[in-house]
Structure formats: C-alpha cells, structure tokens
T-cell receptor, first 110, second 115 residues
Framework: GENVEQHPSTLSVQEGDSAVIKCTYS??????FPWYKQELGKRPQLIID?????GEKKDQRIAVTLNKTAKHFSLHITETQPEDSAVYFC?????????FGTGTRLKVLA | GAGVSQSPSNKVTEKGKDVELRCDPI?????LYWYRQSLGQGLEFLIY????????KSGLPSDRFSAERTGGSVSTLTIQRTQQEDSAVYLC?????????????FGDGTRLSIL
C-alpha cells in the first residue's frame, strides 16, 4: 500500500526566513497531494493542494512543488511569521483514502 | 454554512466502558471519514463512508470498533470495552464526493481519555 515519509520532524526558523518540508510517497499512481496545517488543539486545515498534472502551485507565501518521477513533493513557506508555527502534514491520495505523513512541527522564532 | 461538527469535544471514561463519538459532516458532503490521532502522531485512517455504506473499514483497529452512518449525514463511531491504548483524538472529515482530488474538511475532533 501507499506509504508517505515526511521530513524533517521538527524545524525551527527565524522569522522572515523560508521553511521547506519534504515528503516522499511510494505509490506512483497517487494523483492528489494536500497539505494541512494543525495548530495546537485545533483541527487540521487544508492550506494548499496539488494535482499530479501540475508541477508547482503558489498561494501567496505558500508554494508546493511536485516531482512525479522522483515521487516527492515539498511545501515552501517564504517570509515566515510567528503565526506559521504549527504542525504541518502532507498526504498522498489515489482515490478516497489519504495517507498522511507523520508531520513536521514548525517553530518560527521571533 | 457550518463546518464539520464533532461531539463531545472531550470524553473521559473508565477502561471497559463503551463510548460513542458523533460526527456531523458539512451539508451535502456524501463522503465521510474517521481518523485517529495519537499524541504527537500523524493521522491514522479508520473508516470511510460513501453515503450510508462503508466500503472501506480496513483501518478499524479491532472488532471493538464500529461505525455507522444514517441518512447520508450523521455518523457515529462506537468503541466497546475501551482500553487505555484507545486514548487519542478521533477526527472526522467530510468531502463533497468520494472521488480523488476532493479536499477533506476536518472537525475539531473528540479527545478521548481512558482511565
């Protein structure tokens, strides 16, 4: 079955710097890759997603890139702010089932 | 226009008791999912509903876990004879359809603590 690995598990950056979180997946047929942000004690919230027919997608300070050949995708956050501090989860999906990575705890230091 | 609603938000119960967790999906969402999130861990898939049918129950950890959905809306996750390892946050999500590429929207979860 599908397996998703996510790195790093924790990431600390200075405010204003960029943060990059990487995920790899095992099932080459996966075709949808959402990213969720989960603040402490709150629900996971979808922040950006990408489909397999696209290589990159941007939404303001957030971007996601997808390399289908290498089976990996990455989340890029530029000009980080303290409110970006949270746990970020990637996921890969072929049909209805999301397989999630284990999460990255991002700390933005003021 | 409410999002996914789950109740209770917190549940503390003694080992061996049964518990019921409720999920109210976004109106019009035909697909519903249950996940379990243990402390500091990722999201573990439990079960998926399309309408009232559950074509995939593969993630249910044991036969103590069951779920149902009625009227294509509200779903209940039941855990019988709870064990301490059942302690976790149980998250429900819904999506517009069961097809791929449909974002799943999560509720706030039920934090279950087994004493």
């Amino acid at each position: 079955g599908e397996n998703v690995e996510q790195h790093p598990s924790t990431l600390s950056v200075q405010e204003g710097d960029s943060a990059v979180i990487k995920c790899t997946y095992s099932d080459s047929a996966s075709n949808y890759f959402p990213w969720y942000k989960q603040e402490l004690g709150k629900r996971p919230q979808l922040i950006i997603d990408i489909r397999s027919n696209v290589g990159e997608k941007k939404d303001q300070r957030i971007a996601v890139t997808l390399n289908k050949t290498a089976k990996h995708f990455s989340l890029h956050i530029t000009e980080t702010q303290p409110e970006d501090s949270a746990v970020y989860f990637c996921a890969a999906s072929l049909t209805y089932k999301y397989i999630f990575g284990t999460g990255t705890r991002l700390k933005v230091l003021a | 226009g409410a999002g996914v609603s789950q109740s209770p938000s917190n549940k503390v119960t003694e080992k061996g008791k049964d518990v019921e967790l409720r999920c109210d999906p976004i109106s019009g969402h035909t697909a519903l999912y249950w996940y379990r999130q243990s402390l500091g861990q990722g999201l573990e898939f439990l079960i998926y509903f399309q309408g009232n049918s559950a074509p995939d129950k593969s993630g249910l950890p044991s036969d103590r876990f069951s779920a149902e959905r009625t009227g294509g809306s509200v779903s209940t996750l039941t855990i019988q004879r709870t064990q301490q390892e059942d302690s976790a946050v149980y998250l429900c999500a819904s999506s517009l359809a069961h097809l791929s590429n449909q974002p799943q929207h999560f509720g706030d979860g039920t934090r279950l603590s087994i004493l």
